[in-house]
């Protein structure tokens, strides 16, 4: 085996590393998958770099951490890439509808901390990113670990929250969001896919997950996502939305902090532990474009379910960043 060029994602930091110059080749050698997933369990994130910038590439490296999940949409576009399920496209063109205020910027495709599928049962593993359009400023990818947020929340809101769960439904109408926005928050406009997306999402059952979970390692994870939530579980009072909007606001704030934020290069692929980590996106000038495309590993956590024992036969629509 090739020995593997692996390096802190943060120096000094436990949260994600670095591996450049993985090869095509040897996405399928047994022991560099062994190690990468090893290191993938251990640190939450792992970006590679200097890696061939190909849509076969993509695939071999998400084969690499399990089987790939289809998007439960048909709407969302596809790439077809060897008949490989869950190879979506991410496109925004320039001077789209959906830009925002946000913190004094005229932004598009921003989006606040959050995890994948919060609004349904199961939560997919990990999801695979790369960029294929990057705008000349703007549009990074921002990486929180939920276990560093649980150390760091503050004493009190840790105590109080623990132990919640948290109601969670499709939502796609960005002035709907509300827990931890900025100020200066404002919708300018919205995308032109929301209404489709919210039609087809109606009757799904709200999604309920742990705001803390138990890693099997022992580590307590922080795994509350702001955007999308609804609320508390059996507390949907003024006094527990604002339980969930103080900590949405500690995180936001700790991201300042503790956030890795991505400058993406064509040679870059990135993974994250959607159990673990939260993500976002920083928005850029809506007078450029950017396109990615993402992979979602399949798996499940198993401590999610629907409201009131709700089983879920619906096809959800969403659009996918």
Known sequence: ?????????????????????????????????DKVNALFEKHGMIVFEQVEPSGRMHVALSNV????????SK???????????????????????????????????????????????????????RAIDIPPEGGLTGFLDGMELYQRLSPELRERIEGKN??????????????????????????????????ASKDVPRAVHPAVWTRGSGEKVLHLSPWMAEGIEGEETPEGNALVDAVAREIFALGKELAY???????????WDNWRVLHAVSGHDPRFSRRMQRTTIKGDYGLGYFEGGASNDNKILERTY
């Open 65 to 72: 951490f399990g089987p790939l999940k289809d998007h439960p």
């Open 75 to 129: 709407a969302v576009p596809r790439v077809d890439q060897d008949g490989m399920p869950g190879v979506i496209d991410m496109e925004t063109k320039v001077d789209e509808e959906g830009s925002l205020r946000v913190e004094g910027r005229t932004v598009i495709s921003w989006l606040p901390w959050h995890f994948d599928h919060a609004y349904n049962n199961e939560l997919n593993r990990a999801g695979v990113l």
């Open 166 to 199: 948290i109601l969670y439904r499709m939502n796609v109408i960005m002035k709907n969001f509300h827990f931890g926005a900025p100020k200066d928050f404002a919708v300018l406009s919205e995308r032109p896919s929301a209404d489709e997306v919210m039609e």
């Open 1 to 33: 085996m090739a020995e593997l060029d692996v390096h802190p994602l943060i120096e000094g930091r436990h949260f994600g590393v670095r591996i450049r110059g993985i090869t095509f080749e040897q996405t399928n050698d047994a022991a560099v998958r």
């Open 261 to 271: 934020w991505h400058e993406w290069s064509t040679t870059d692929m990135l993974i």
